[in-house]
């Protein structure tokens, strides 16, 4: 164990009371015979093809490939809102941020929303948040848990200032071990269940500062520029040129450092995947827990010339999904349906046998879990609203289909997009501009009003955004 570790664990860990520290011993039901446990386990900025089991080229993640071939791997999960704290107020939710109110990452969470967690309590479940809330400036304890950790905004990778349960204290270490000590910590104490533990790591949000044992990981790497940084932009929107930042050239060897940093970071979290599977393992209820594991959003590394994500192109809004839960769960399933983060919270409820609030607008996956062949939709709404801080970035509204992706910057001079998929994979050839008018262009319009009808508007910037 790391120093880092060793000294967050001696802090917390050393004044547990010998009934916290025993492994869990109480839930060693079969299934069927008392609720699931739930383990939700959130990275920040993880892109959907940065797993081993994904094909990524040289990050290894032997205990998240460990969830996708003892569990379920989807293949085609998204968000509807590429950044922060849209996204994760929809994990929560099972609402797109039209409806859930939290359109930026300066909004603070409603605090009479109603949330999977909030409900699995009023229905028995004991329930802890642990770790990267980032909604507006919340840090302290929020509504439906019983247990509280978590820290300001982005946090820090060293040395966090932590607030436990409404204390706020200053903790040594590297903030993926802490975050984990504390989980497997929680864990340990839930003997009587059922539970529900949401672990939102701050890792891989930048600055990318891995943990010193796994700084020197991939050094000698080659890292080859990805295929759609030599995209042109021909024929793309204008805000693309504003605020393009690496080439293929020199600009990308300072993009390879941050790749580097970044897949370090996750080494750590997979290590930490591997302490809470081995803890619900030892206490016997590994086999009656779900285990779910995903991103917030993806993230541009020079893909068609950009970093951040705040954009409607593949890299940023797929994202990593994997669940495992033996009760129901295959092993080597693997879902090519379309799934979003939405769906989390109604899958949740629907799985503990908890009725599904109405507002909720995302879809249980427990058929697709049980290995049905059905389509729970053919097309899902993406949305991202104008933010002063990023102002060259415009509002946008789209729909993607299996095939179809067709993009509108509603308020401003930003021509749309549109792109087959099948064909063009790396959305190289906007077909909105070199073949407009055509009728595919028309129905994904039509799409895109029907799914947006009764949206209020967006907030718009400067009209040449």
Request: with cysteine.
């Amino acid at each position: 164990m790391s120093r880092e570790a060793t000294l967050s664990r001696r802090r917390f860990v050393q004044g547990a009371t010998a009934a916290a520290a025993l492994p869990l011993f109480g839930i060693r039901a079969r299934a069927g015979e008392r609720p699931p446990n739930f383990v939700f386990i959130l990275t920040d900025d993880q892109r959907h093809d940065t797993l081993s089991c994904t094909g990524h080229p040289f990050l290894h993640t032997p205990r998240l490939d460990r969830l996708a071939r003892e569990g379920a791997l989807f293949e085609n999960a998204f968000v509807t809102t590429a950044l922060c704290s849209p996204s994760r107020a929809s994990f929560l939710t099972g609402q797109y941020a039209h409806r859930h109110g939290v359109r930026d990452n300066n909004t603070p969470f409603p605090a009479d929303a109603r949330t999977f967690p909030s409900i699995l309590r009023e229905h028995g479940y004991r329930t802890a948040f642990i770790g990267k809330w980032h909604m507006g400036t919340q840090e302290g304890p929020q509504p439906g848990f019983d247990h509280w950790v978590s820290f300001p905004g982005q946090g820090v990778y060293r040395n966090p200032l932590l607030n436990i349960n409404g204390e706020t204290k200053r903790v040594p270490g590297y903030i993926t071990d802490i975050l984990t000590d504390l989980a497997v910590q929680w864990l340990r104490e839930q003997a009587a269940g059922p539970f529900c533990l949401y672990l939102s790591h701050k890792a891989v949000h930048s600055d990318f500062i891995p943990a010193h044992r796994h700084s020197g990981l991939f050094t000698d790497t080659v890292l080859e520029p990805p295929a759609s940084i030599h995209d042109t932009l021909e024929g793309k929107p204008e805000w693309l040129r504003q605020v393009k930042r690496a080439g293929p050239g020199a600009e990308y060897q300072e993009m390879a450092q941050l790749v580097r940093n970044y897949c370090r970071c996750l080494v750590a979290v997979d290590e930490s995947v591997g302490r809470v599977m081995r803890t619900l393992q030892d206490g016997g209820v590994l086999d009656s827990t779900l285990v779910a594991f995903a991103g917030d959003n993806g993230f541009f590394f020079g893909e068609h010339g950009l970093g951040d994500k705040r954009a409607m192109y593949e890299e940023a809004i797929r994202i990593p999904l994997l669940m495992h839960f033996p009760a129901l769960i295959r092993p080597g399933l693997r879902v090519r349906e379309m799934a979003l983060n939405i769906d989390l919270c109604p899958t949740f409820l629907d799985l503990a046998s908890v009725p599904v609030p109405e507002g909720v607008q995302g879809r249980s996956l427990r058929p697709l879990l049980g290995g049905r062949n059905i389509s729970l939709r053919d097309e899902f709404l993406y949305e991202y609203d104008w933010e002063p801080d990023a102002r060259r970035r415009p509002a946008i509204r789209g729909v993607r289909t299996r095939r179809w992706k067709y993009i509108e910057y509603p308020g401003t001079a930003n021509i749309p997009e549109l792109y087959d998929l099948g064909t063009d994979p790396l959305e190289l050839h906007n077909i909105a501009y070199f073949q407009p008018g055509t009728r595919v262009e028309q129905e994904m319009k039509e799409r895109l009003r029907r799914l947006t009808q009764g949206t209020p508007p967006p907030r718009t910037g400067p009209a040449n955004t």
